[in-house]
């Protein structure tokens, strides 16, 4: 059986002590909602699209997509993944000025 050693248990609170401090020096930079969730408005477009994106892909996406790939091949990519990109930059240029406008702060007040 494997024991953890004293660096590792080291490596381990340097990490966490990390990771707490990170939190709390950006608790100090970030202190409402909108700078916590909007990001201050500081996005450009494609952080914009990235961000869109990158919320898109989770556990159903990835099993998703790996399923089709198997079965259907290279060409699911096409039909499937090409079109979802395609949706993501459309609606990130014409609705990110339209949100930012209408000072929208969350999905639901769309």
């Known amino acids: 059986m494997y024991e ?4 590792d248990y080291i490596i381990i609170a340097l990490y966490l002590a990390g990771m707490v401090g990170v ?3 950006f608790a100090k930079k970030h ?3 909108e700078d916590f969730f909007l990001a201050s ?3 450009t477009t494609p952080l914009l699209i990235t961000t869109l994106i990158s919320t898109y892909y989770g556990i159903d996406v990835l099993f998703g997509d790996s399923q089709l790939g198997f079965t259907n091949g290279v060409v699911a990519w096409f039909a499937y993944a090409r079109p979802t990109y395609a949706f993501f930059l459309i609606a990130a240029f014409l609705l990110a000025h339209r949100l930012r406008e209408d000072d929208f702060k969350s999905l639901p007040d769309i």
């Open 31 to 33: 202190t409402d909602f």
């Open 41 to 43: 408005r500081s996005l």
């Open 4 to 7: 953890i050693a004293t660096i």
């Open 23 to 25: 939190g709390l020096w």
